[in-house]
């Protein structure tokens, strides 16, 4: 199981950016994060056109197979979500991992019974405006 975020355990930073001008003031080799929404179907093509990593936030099952097809390198999402986008990134061997949004780390054991990829918590993700 993948862990983000947690104190004792070093993790990568995903970078959580709302344009592409947000893009120059994250570190190179940064993971983008972006949420699904309109917009974000313009920054997927610039960070596949300049081979950068991104994460995408969906609330959606939809939007996670979606998510897959554009090539995403983690899916996150809320607990309500998790087991339903996990079956179907098992059953269609999703290249991207599924991330369950955590607040601390009393909820680990609860997502690791659930079979998920791996749980970040709120310190792995980096708001650049």
Same mark, same amino acid.
């Given at each position: 199981?993948?862990?983000?975020?947690?104190?004792?355990?070093?993790?990568?930073?995903?970078?959580?950016?709302?344009?592409?001008?947000?893009?120059?003031?994250?570190?190179?080799?940064?993971?983008?994060?972006?949420?699904?929404?309109?917009?974000?179907?313009?920054?997927? &093509?610039?960070?596949?056109?300049?081979?950068?990593?991104?994460?995408? *936030?969906?609330?959606? =099952?939809?939007? !996670? @197979? /979606?998510?897959?097809?554009?090539?995403?390198?983690?899916?996150?999402?809320?607990?309500?979500?998790?087991?339903?986008?996990?079956?179907?990134?098992?059953?269609?061997?999703?290249?991207?991992?599924?991330?369950?949004?955590?607040?601390? &780390?009393?909820?680990?054991?609860?997502?690791?019974?659930?079979?998920? *990829?791996?749980?970040? =918590?709120?310190? !792995? @993700? /980096?708001?650049?405006?």
């Amino acid at each position: 199981m993948l862990l983000f975020g947690h104190p004792h355990i070093p993790s990568e930073k995903l970078y959580h950016i709302a344009s592409i001008e947000a893009i120059e003031h994250t570190p190179s080799h940064s993971i983008l994060l972006f949420s699904c929404d309109e917009e974000v179907f313009e920054l997927i &093509e610039f960070a596949k056109t300049n081979d950068l990593l991104f994460a995408l *936030d969906i609330s959606t =099952l939809t939007q !996670a @197979i /979606i998510c897959e097809n554009l090539d995403a390198h983690y899916l996150l999402v809320n607990k309500t979500l998790c087991k339903s986008v996990q079956n179907a990134a098992d059953t269609y061997l999703f290249d991207a991992k599924v991330l369950v949004h955590i607040k601390n &780390e009393e909820e680990i054991e609860e997502v690791a019974t659930l079979g998920i *990829d791996g749980a970040i =918590l709120p310190e !792995a @993700i /980096i708001k650049i405006s």
